[in-house]
């Protein structure tokens, strides 16, 4: 079945890059995403990559994507502060409906 | 920059009673989706729809939830008669075609069942 998993925990000094892991256990995936959730806010798509790409960047933000090992990655570089929030990995499949399985959520605490 | 947006933010309501969440998708979105997410869990997929009715649904979503587009603008979720177990922030989502791939969700509704 769809299953998504990630850490729950990082902890990183301001101006460091950061790394959230996920990994995914459905081969068909199609695209995969990161969230991100502020305290008593909904989810901001962040950015997000179809399965046959290995990598975008999208200024601050790089995704790594290894197909053969299901492992999806999202690098923030130089973070900051206002970046201290929950971050969701997300997968769909194929199908025009595209329903989101989410894993539990990264929660990101960036400290001087 | 067009939002979803959900009302109300908080809805406090006993066992048994009904509730109606609604939400206000992006104005050119034709697929609409509702999540959600109990307190420390994964958010869940309830239900999406298209063209007027469920193209799918999650088997969270039995026959005590029901979704609707009474007009043109809102979606509407309803849950006929709360449980405890209900409780939880429910998410409404859209996205604009079949060829996209962004979902876009609103902040939230917090259901708080007593």
């Known amino acids: 079945g769809e299953d998504v998993e990630q850490s729950l925990f990082l902890s990183v000094r301001e101006g460091d890059s950061s790394v959230i892991n996920c990994t995914y256990t459905d081969s068909s995936s199609t695209y995969l995403y990161w969230y991100k959730q502020e305290p008593g806010a909904g989810l901001q798509l962040l950015t997000y990559?179809?399965?046959?790409?290995d990598m975008k960047q999208d200024q601050r933000l790089t995704v790594l994507l290894n197909k053969k090992d299901k492992h999806l990655s999202l690098r923030i570089a130089d973070t900051q502060t206002g970046d201290s929030a929950i971050y969701f990995c997300a997968e769909t499949t194929p199908g025009g409906y595209n329903k989101l399985i989410f894993g539990a959520g990264t929660r990101l605490a960036v400290h001087p | 920059e067009p939002e979803v947006t959900q009302t109300p933010s908080h809805q406090v309501t006993q066992m048994g009673q009904e509730v109606i969440l609604r939400c206000v998708p992006i104005s050119n979105h034709l697929y609409f989706y509702w999540y959600r997410q109990i307190l420390g869990q994964k958010v869940e997929f309830l239900v999406s729809?298209?063209?007027?009715?469920?193209?799918?649904k999650s088997e969270i979503f039995d026959d005590q939830f029901s979704v609707e587009r009474p007009d043109g603008s809102n979606f509407t979720l309803k849950i006929r008669s709360t449980k405890l177990e209900d409780s939880a922030m429910y998410f409404c989502?859209?996205?604009?075609?079949?060829?996209?791939?962004?979902?876009?969700f609103g902040p939230g509704t917090r259901l708080t069942v007593t």
């Open positions: 989502a859209s996205k604009s075609g079949g060829g996209s791939y962004e979902q876009y």
């Open positions: 990559i179809f399965s046959n790409m």
């Open positions: 729809f298209y063209n007027n009715e469920i193209s799918e």
